[in-house]
């Protein structure tokens, strides 16, 4: 990753004929994973600005090389970074996380900034040439975020985050039992695998699916520890969609493409899966895959895939050029992904 941000800040991507090479590094969401973060030994579900300050401390502590490359990223002449929210990485609705985020990477630790931008009033950023990014958690109802509301303010004053279900999901049951099973937190799709654990591991399979109920129920049903229950029609949406086996927003990219005639191009993430569709009106989804390491149970990605993919676009007089790519190294840094 480190030789990935020289790459795109140097060589072709540095000095051009006419000067500095304007490049945006857009970070779409779950770069700093909060979710897998814990808070004096425990996840907890009520996360306030000092809990999510400290949890921010420790991916910094734990990344400290990275942190290094991205200031040096952003010091270079026409570079920027932008930070979109996704669902692992709610606590960039605090400002002070914010700020925080923005001061590590900016070269001169300034903040605001003209170098680093952490957006978190809006789920998508657009460009005029028909260009659109979203992290894509916003399509699946367990994972969205309220971004009108993003806080719950509780009796003494005190302001937790609003996190959805998934978010829960993973820090009470998914964070608990991955020390039994280690990749549980890798595999996608869970309802596959839980599945299959009914007939090969059914005592462990059996503990997960019942805590999956008990925590469904009390933040669902009974309401969440925050005090704020969840709209029934919210939970019934929900519900419907989990029947839904294998999620790669294919669907959804195509109708927000066909419902909006000047949308050309819409990238996402979210899902894990790399993917390129062309249309046949001319219009394009791709999502930007992962660089974590995943246990896919979905027959079309078998297996256990290290493919450290990106999306790489060219916006020039108008015209949108976008490329899947994975990248490779040093001797070939990059070559066209073929899934």
Not at 131 to 150: C, K, M, W
Not at 327 to 336: D, I, L
């Amino acid at each position: 990753m480190i030789d990935f941000f020289e790459y795109f800040s140097t060589g072709l991507y540095g000095e051009g004929s006419t000067g500095p090479v304007d490049v945006e590094l857009i970070i779409n969401g779950d770069y700093l994973d909060f979710l897998n973060v814990p808070y004096l030994g425990e996840f907890e579900e009520g996360i306030t600005e000092e809990i999510a300050l400290t949890k921010l401390e420790a991916i910094f502590a734990g990344h400290s090389r990275v942190m290094t490359a991205l200031k040096k990223f952003a010091s270079k002449p026409n570079k920027k970074i932008i930070y979109l929210v996704g669902n692992h990485d709610a606590e960039l609705f605090f400002e002070k996380v914010r700020e925080r985020i923005t001061r590590e990477w900016d070269p001169e630790g300034q903040y605001p900034s003209e170098k680093v931008k952490v957006i978190a009033d809006q789920d998508r950023i657009r460009y005029e040439e028909g260009v659109e990014i979203r992290h894509g958690n916003q399509f699946e109802v367990s994972n969205q975020l309220d971004f009108q509301e993003p806080f719950i303010e509780l009796g003494n004053g005190t302001k937790v985050l609003n996190i959805p279900w998934g978010s829960i999901y993973v820090l009470k049951i998914i964070n608990r039992l991955k020390w039994h099973r280690s990749n549980l937190d890798k595999i996608r799709p869970i309802k596959v695998f839980a599945f299959f654990g009914l007939i090969f591991d059914p005592v462990f399979t059996i503990q997960f699916i019942s805590l999956s109920i008990f925590y469904f129920l009390r933040t669902r049903i009974m309401g969440q520890a925050q005090k704020k229950k969840s709209g029934f029609s919210h939970t019934m949406k929900m519900l419907s969609q989990e029947k839904t086996l294998f999620l790669d927003l294919d669907q959804e990219a195509r109708e927000t493409l066909d419902a909006d005639p000047s949308l050309n191009t819409i990238i996402m993430g979210h899902t894990h899966l790399p993917m390129h569709r062309m249309y046949s009106n001319g219009k394009q989804y791709l999502n930007s895959g992962t660089w974590t390491r995943m246990i896919y149970l979905d027959w079309r990605f078998i297996g256990e895939p290290f493919r450290k993919t990106f999306v790489l676009v060219s916006l020039k007089n108008g015209e949108v050029k976008a490329e899947l790519n994975q990248w490779a190294g040093n001797k070939m840094p990059y070559q066209v992904y073929i899934g």
